[in-house]
């Protein structure tokens, strides 16, 4: 970590200078301001933002230990669409498997309550966890219990969604779901991951 900081102390000097230079060069601030943000971001990635290794050591400690705590060290920002700490907030989520878990302050803030519902719900097979969503049963709710219809395969969840275009489109891939799984793998010597 002391290399870190370090390392930032020296880029953002360096950044100031470039800064400092580029007006008194005469460039537009604008473009002064953009290049600095520019720079600033890459900086930042390099210095605040773990490898995806690291990343995934992070996680698969939280997710052995059971402790939400450990997800602090994983990096807080956008790689590749995902966010790796919401992700590891999430599997320790399933891997604590409590409803309980759902209270965290730490869950609260980056998964939120219902979704965490939601995410126990399907990794418990438990339904009752759909219901403890509250707001609009079409939202959340009903996203609870078609994930459950298709994480088991049981069209019997989607009739438990409010909304007659919602359950209808549940049904439906519960249907395209388990027509998927029946049928016969076309390639040769491969099997179906399950």
Request: glycine share 6%.
């Amino acid at each position: 970590m002391k290399k870190k900081i370090i390392y930032a102390a020296m880029a953002l000097a360096a950044l100031l200078g470039a800064v400092v230079i580029g007006l008194s060069l005469k460039f537009s601030p604008d473009a002064v301001l953009l290049a600095s943000a520019l720079a600033a971001d890459a900086v930042y990635a390099r210095v605040f933002v773990n490898s995806p290794e690291e990343d995934a050591r992070h996680i698969a400690r939280a997710v052995a230990q059971k402790d939400a705590g450990l997800c602090r060290k994983v990096s807080d920002r956008y790689v590749h669409s995902v966010m790796p700490r919401q992700t590891c907030y999430r599997e320790v989520v399933k891997a604590v498997g409590d409803p309980g878990i759902c209270t965290n302050g730490e869950i609260l803030e980056y998964i939120g309550e219902e979704h965490c519902y939601a995410i126990l719900a399907v990794a418990t097979g438990d339904e009752s966890l759909c219901e403890r969503i509250d707001g609009d049963p079409d939202s959340i709710r009903g996203d609870c219990y078609e994930a459950l219809a298709l994480e088991n395969n049981d069209p019997r969840f989607c009739l438990k969604i409010s909304g007659k275009q919602e359950r209808e489109y549940c049904r439906e891939r519960c249907a395209a779901k388990k027509k998927y799984d029946e049928s016969p793998d076309p390639r040769p010597g491969f099997s179906r991951p399950g």
